[in-house]
């Protein structure tokens, strides 16, 4: 990334676990950025600092710690070139992967405007060609790639990643045009430079481009894309490459795969939640450690200035500056915990509500039906990849158009040959009278209580009922199942269920008994207009 070589110790010790141990990379990089006295050495920590919160989903904040790169940089001095072009590639990767497409072909032109390498002003011009391709504008992705292959040295690595991106290119431009070829000869180069990640690309676009005439090969090289993700240690490949077959493969392998990518999406999802949260720590030890030292040096130059001239004025100030100072690291260290105890519940509750019960109901569809509709599987994957990847951010609105088809549709789906579901007065009028706040979590509560039903009551007949009753709405579910005993534990997803009740001034009442099955009542006020 760099060929300084007289750069802070911090910064090196730090660079040299990039990707090792990104916990200890983290660590150094963050001390380097605080306390180097070099600014390149400051640029480069940052850079690589969101480089390691990237790879850990936390896409904001990656942006964040490139500007304070770009910050502490001088555009008029040639040696920060390289660090400059870097910065500016990495946000429009980021601006790429938010799909803010305009956002990203600005940034990599500043990041064309600054490389200075040869070899390096490739990728950010097949970067560009990557981004006009997503927005369907092949024309200029083509004619972008077709000046980047011109300059490249054939048979390399970097020769066949510009040839099947420009091939795969075309063929998205032309569905009649003739990829294979080029694709083929992109792959064979990779098999001969042992490029495993480039050879996992290969097989993705030729898995794309077989699917409709020759969905053997397509499947074919699914597999092979999956078992190569799996060597080099790739999820986000593994995940990608899981989508596919799912979508090829016959439908017990197709079950046996869903389950595999339900395992993989949420230990991936766990992981990088668990290291934003000590990346977070880490910052804060070193704010809290600059504190510190501010707190010595002040107290050094008021002993000082004590003896000097007035003792008992700067005692006053000593006892002032190290009470505020015990009230500032008790708050910061209670914010900090709070905000990181904070992330996890949410975290855990986003997981849970969003992955876990929208994956269970899914497998619940596909084990109750007797054809299996791919693409319907596929697209709903894809929607709840797609949810589990912005799983700490809070930015999508809730949908709440034709909610009582909505609820139908939920309830309905735990229905099977064994259990018979009932639904009474579930109208559109009754919905249209609820706020957007109250239909978010009655939604989530009564996919928990169905989650729960389908995994622990047995019951063969369920019924749920919703009546309007005195400014309230009613909700009254019923089952013959087993019943919940009077020392069954509630577990998160039950305790998450009460919180949501209290959120919309609700309650929720269990009426069980171990002979005659479980009965629950819900109540809540409209509160139209509160959302």
């Not at 050495?41 to 942006?63: E, H, P, V």
């Not at 870097?86 to 980021?94: P, Q, T």
């Not at 998205?172 to 480039?198: F, S, T, V, W």
């Amino acid at each position: 990334m760099h060929k300084q070589t007289t750069l802070d110790p911090d910064f090196l010790k730090g660079e040299s676990f990039i990707f090792k141990n990104n916990d200890s990379a983290f660590y150094y990089l963050n001390r380097s950025a605080n306390n180097s006295k070099d600014k390149l050495s400051i640029a480069y920590s940052y850079s690589y600092l969101a480089m390691i919160q990237t790879d850990a989903g936390d896409n904001f904040l990656a942006q964040e710690s490139l500007l304070k790169s770009i910050k502490v940089l001088n555009e008029k001095n040639p040696k920060h070139f390289t660090c400059l072009a870097s910065n500016y590639n990495e946000l429009g990767l980021i601006s790429f992967n938010l799909k803010a497409y305009d956002e990203a072909l600005r940034y990599y032109a500043l990041a064309t405007r600054f490389s200075v390498d040869t070899l390096y002003k490739p990728m950010i011009l097949n970067n560009t060609a990557s981004v006009y391709r997503d927005k369907k504008e092949y024309a200029n992705s083509i004619e972008v790639l077709k000046a980047v292959l011109s300059t490249t040295k054939t048979n390399t690595s970097d020769y066949a990643r510009f040839l099947t991106n420009l091939a795969f290119t075309k063929w998205l431009q032309n569905n009649q045009y003739k990829a294979a070829p080029e694709l083929l000869m992109a792959l064979q180069i990779r098999i001969r430079e042992k490029d495993e990640r480039g050879q996992n690309s290969s097989f993705s676009h030729l898995s794309d481009y077989y699917a409709e005439s020759r969905p053997d090969s397509s499947l074919l090289y699914a597999g092979k894309m999956f078992a190569t993700a799996r060597k080099i240690n790739s999820p986000d490949d593994e995940l990608a490459a899981l989508q596919k077959l799912i979508r090829l493969s016959p439908p017990k392998a197709t079950r046996y795969y869903f389950e595999i990518h339900q395992l993989l999406n949420d230990s991936l999802q766990n992981a990088r939640s668990n290291a934003r949260n000590q990346y977070a720590m880490i910052q804060y030890e070193s704010e809290k450690n600059k504190t510190d030292n501010l707190m010595l040096q002040k107290d050094n130059a008021a002993k000082e200035y004590q003896i000097a001239l007035l003792s008992f004025a700067v005692l006053v100030v000593i006892i002032g500056s190290i009470f505020w100072y015990r009230k500032r690291k008790q708050r910061l260290e209670l914010e900090a915990r709070n905000s990181i105890r904070e992330n996890q519940l949410k975290t855990s509750k986003k997981v849970h509500d969003v992955v876990a019960n929208g994956l269970y109901r899914m497998m619940k569809e596909i084990e109750n039906r007797a054809e299996l509709n791919k693409e319907q599987v596929i697209d709903k994957i894809d929607h709840l990849y797609e949810k589990s990847r912005d799983i700490s951010y809070d930015n999508e609105p809730f949908q709440d158009q034709n909610f009582h088809e909505k609820m139908s549709q939920l309830l309905r789906s735990f229905a099977s040959e064994d259990t018979k579901v009932l639904i009474v007065g579930n109208t559109e009028a009754l919905w249209n009278k609820i706020s957007a706040k109250s239909k978010y979590e009655v939604e989530h509560i009564l996919q928990e209580l169905m989650v729960n039903m389908g995994k622990h009551s047995k019951a063969s007949n369920v019924v749920i009922k919703f009546e309007e009753v005195d400014q309230t709405v009613l909700i009254q579910y019923a089952d013959n199942g087993i019943g919940l005993s009077d020392e069954t534990q509630f577990k998160n997803g039950l305790i998450n269920t009460g919180n949501r009740i209290k959120n919309i001034n609700g309650e929720i009442t269990f009426d069980h008994n171990v002979n005659q099955g479980l009965k629950i009542r819900i109540v809540f006020p409209f509160l139209k207009g509160y959302n």
